[in-house]
């Protein structure tokens, strides 16, 4: 189990991915089939229940059209 910042980190970042997709209008298993993972492992990524390897979040960004710095910048920052 990682440390109690790690674990608050990872699930803002869920919650960011599922806000751009959901800006972006797409389903899960529209930017699963985009990114080339199944969708069991992108619905746990969304939920903050699984860590995604930096080569998958980059998939994951260009399967939903976004920067990188989109799904990984901190609130508050620009």
Do not use: F
């Not at 970042?13 to 930017?31: C, F, M, S, W």
């Not at 903050?48 to 930096?54: D, E, F, I, W, Y």
């Not at 260009?62 to 710095?69: H, W």
């Amino acid at each position: 189990m990682p440390p109690d910042r790690v674990r608050a980190r990872r699930l803002q970042i869920a919650g960011q991915l599922r806000a751009v997709r959901l800006h972006a209008k797409l389903t899960q298993e529209t930017v699963s089939l985009r990114a080339g993972i199944a969708l069991d492992t992108y619905n746990r990524i969304e939920q903050g229940h699984a860590s995604p390897m930096l080569d998958t979040l980059i998939k994951i960004a260009d399967a939903i059209g976004v920067p990188l710095e989109d799904l990984v910048r901190q609130s508050g920052q620009p």
